[in-house]
Nanobody
């Protein structure tokens, strides 16, 4: 059974930084797409940033390019989302998600496996 455990959310002032972590387990292959989606109150869920474990290819939503960075510790399998220059509009529940279909690293389509989510609140 695939499980995704997130950590690192919290309250931060605008302009600050937070780092989210996602530890996956249960994958039978080391090749999969994994990343972060978010859902703000009253809004649809959107892909934030995803990565391919095959070659490290990444994708980012336009709203976070230049501010957020996704990375993966290949030894641990843990995926990180470094969020800098946070804005109030980044406030949302952030979900780690993963899928064995590697092409889903483009982060535009829902994935098969989901974490429980971690709340990020940015105060202005």
């Amino acid at each position: 059974e695939v499980q995704l455990v997130e950590s690192g959310g919290g309250l931060m002032q605008a302009g600050g930084s937070l780092r989210l972590s996602c530890k996956p387990s249960g994958f039978t292959s080391d090749v999969y797409a994994i990343g972060w989606f978010r859902q703000a109150p009253g809004k649809e869920r959107e892909g934030v940033s995803c990565i391919s474990t095959s070659d490290g290819s990444t994708s980012y939503a336009d709203s976070v390019k230049g501010r957020f960075t996704i990375s993966r510790d290949n030894a641990k399998g843990t995926v990180y989302l470094q969020m800098n220059s946070l804005k109030a509009e980044d406030t949302a529940v952030y979900y780690c998600a993963a899928d064995p279909q590697i092409w889903r690293y483009i982060c535009s389509y829902p994935m098969t496996y989901w974490g429980k989510g971690t709340l990020v609140t940015v105060s202005s």
